[in-house]
């Protein structure tokens, strides 16, 4: 049946208009509305506090029936999700690269299961493509909100039941909830974003002002409350500038504000001002909308880069698929008859986009002449990783050791780093006066007494072996200092490092290695920055222009200010430095292609042929560097 027109307030839909509102727009134009992330916590607290109140309605009544509630929500949520789904399916396997539709049919069949919260969570890390070029991150809050429900109706019956007051149940779960995401947001801040179990208080506490109802309260209260809430909701969307570690305790900004609105009830001032016509029309098609907004702003990225033309005009389709969708999609399986037949119907057809996704049909023969450059230049990285074992004792997920050319004879020189020593392996590699091997770790910077656990445990593993190697003549320092310079923490590990750190285990370690009578030498970061996906012409696009270009003053502000303190440091020690920038750039841009080659693997490494052409091109300079001798 429709909504009962007895507990529908037309001033939710309008809340509803506020949120998805912010979200968008903080999507399209960041700059408009930079705390617009909030949008979705307001969207939490309102499906509790309405999810709540239908639970709780139906047990006073003695009529709740967990099919009927299952049968309910699956009309509701599917029929757009499954349009969505099978709409960026198709539209992927037209448009995207091999590598950007396995990952994308992978976050179908998650978005299918309603576990991409948790898939996003798995892939977050190092070598993780940003979330801007992923079409389905967003149904990371939808699945959140699935899963709470999966168990929240029936513990909310049994507390029902067995509980005289299951309202304190609600509230000590929320309570414990709300104290592990703040936990969480220092220790695991990706846990804490995308973890069902620190995100659940935003859902329980609409829940618990549903067991309340609409403040009971003269005019002036209920205005002031609604007035307060307003303005915490613009507090959210205009103070918070930092997603990095939310949500926290600042996710009270938005929770509270929406509550606020919630409990003042129809009355309050702002309330009555929500329930306008445009607002509240907003609000009914929010859940297409916040849908189908980001896939086109996603595939606008991966198409174009996504100038502010098009984005202003995703943003219209939006709305133009939006409303389509409700209107002709969702109200008609939602109401109507046999409802049990459509949610069986619905819940067949989730399943089967599923399993489609997670085969991953191909893509078609005539991707072949398209993809062929990319597949060939950007496949890996400029080296396979390999196991320290040899030096530590043990293996490591993150190990980016390599006997080198040394071949199994006696080196003289060592290359020590993280990822990115890969990109000169091939340069020393095809150097036949230097015998080198590697020992590294990703996100490690070969720095002494710097970095978690893991990281220090194989630089003293590396110091130790210099030492022991009286025949290693030479040291090589290679990483992202980019990324270390400007401070560096390590999320799953509940470690951080300052810049004021960085720079202190940088002149300790060098200092350490020319004690020890070895000729030290500094490779500089290599530019990063630019999306190599964005050299493949792609069959649909709807801007005629070279993407496939990075500045160099773009690559400059990527690079940081690391080298301001480092260079003169290095330089009164006459510490030898390779610097890739005069090599990959000119005074106005730098190099991501060789003819149709291209020299980037992802935003940061180099390609296996991007090491090798630095190789050959940057080969005497590195030489030079080499020779030089304090």
């Given amino acids: 049946m429709r909504t009962n027109p007895a507990f529908y307030r037309p001033d939710i839909d309008g809340l509803r208009a506020v949120a998805v509102l912010a979200v968008v727009l903080f999507h399209a134009f960041p700059g408009l509305v930079p705390g617009g992330f909030a949008g979705v916590d307001v969207f939490f607290v309102i499906s509790g506090y309405l999810i709540t109140g239908i639970i709780l309605r139906g047990l006073q009544t003695d009529s709740f029936s967990l099919a009927e509630f299952y049968g309910h929500r699956a009309r509701r949520i599917l029929p757009a999700l499954l349009l969505v789904l099978c709409s960026c399916l198709a539209f992927g396997w037209y448009e995207l690269l091999p590598v950007e539709y396995a990952q994308l049919s992978r976050h179908v069949a998650a978005g299918a299961g309603f576990v991409q919260n948790l898939v996003l969570w798995r892939e977050a890390g190092y070598f993780d493509t940003v979330t801007e070029l992923k079409p389905l991150m967003h149904l990371w809050s939808l699945s959140i909100e699935e899963q709470f429900y999966l168990l929240y109706p029936p513990l909310l019956w049994a507390a029902w039941r067995w509980l005289r007051r299951p309202v304190r149940a609600v509230a000590a779960l929320a309570l414990a909830s709300f104290a592990l995401g703040l936990v969480l947001t220092s220790a695991d801040p990706v846990q804490a974003f995308f973890g069902p179990h620190a995100r659940m208080w935003e859902l329980l506490a609409g829940g618990l002002l549903a067991f309340r109802g609409p403040a009971v309260a003269s005019q002036h209260a209920r205005s002031a409350m609604s007035m307060g809430g307003l303005l915490l909701l613009a507090l959210a969307y205009w103070g918070l500038r ?47 909308l916040y849908l189908w907004h980001w896939p086109l702003l996603a595939f606008g990225r991966i198409a174009d880069a996504l100038p502010a033309a098009e984005r202003n005009g995703a943003v219209v389709l939006s709305f133009v698929l939006a409303w389509l969708t409700w209107r002709l999609v969702e109200q008609p399986i939602r109401y109507g008859a046999r409802p049990g037949r459509k949610a069986a119907v619905l819940c067949a057809m989730l399943l089967l986009v599923g399993t489609v996704a997670w ?5 078609s023969a005539q991707h072949a002449a398209r993809l062929a450059a990319f597949t060939r230049a950007n496949a890996n990285n400029a080296q396979q990783p390999q196991s320290c074992r040899m030096l530590t004792g043990q293996d490591h997920p993150e190990d980016w050791c390599n006997g080198g050319n040394a071949a199994g004879r006696e080196p003289d020189t060592v290359l020590l780093g993280d990822s990115f020593a890969n990109a000169y392996t091939a340069m020393l590699t095809a150097d036949a006066s230097t015998r080198f091997v590697q020992f590294g770790r990703g996100q490690c910077p070969a720095l002494l007494d710097y970095g978690p656990a893991w990281c220090r445990e194989i630089v003293r593993a590396q110091a130790a072996y210099v030492a022991q190697h009286a ?28 810049t004021a750190a960085f720079h202190a285990a940088f002149r300790r370690t060098v200092e350490h290695y020319r004690s020890l009578g070895r000729h030290v030498v ?9 999306n190599p996906a964005t050299c493949v012409p792609r069959p649909l696009h709807l801007v005629e222009k070279n993407i496939c270009r990075r500045t160099l003053a773009q690559a400059r502000q990527s690079d940081g200010d690391y080298r301001v303190t480092l260079l003169p440091w290095l330089a009164a020690r006459n510490v030898a430095v390779f610097d890739p920038y005069p090599v990959l750039c000119d005074d106005r841009q730098c190099r991501l292609m060789d003819g149709d080659r291209m020299l980037y693997a992802d935003w940061l490494h180099l390609s296996t042929h991007g090491a090798g052409w630095l190789a050959l091109q940057g080969r005497p300079a590195l030489r030079a560097a080499l020779a030089v001798r304090p």
Wanted: hydrophobic fraction near 45%.
């Fill in 471 to 498: 025949g290693v003549r030479t040291v090589i320092l290679a990483g992202h200092w980019p990324a270390y310079a400007g401070g560096q923490r390590w999320s799953r590990f509940d470690h951080e490092e300052s």
């Fill in 242 to 288: 930092d997603g990095a570690s939310y949500p926290g305790w600042r996710a009270l900004l938005p929770v509270a504000g929406a509550a606020l609105l919630l409990y003042a009830g129809p009355q309050g001032i702002v309330n009555r001002a929500l329930a306008c016509r445009p607002l509240v029309l907003i609000g009914a098609i929010s859940y297409p």
């Fill in 359 to 363: 085969t991953a049909p191909p893509q």
């Fill in 522 to 530: 500094i490779l500089l970061s290599p530019p990063t920055g630019a």
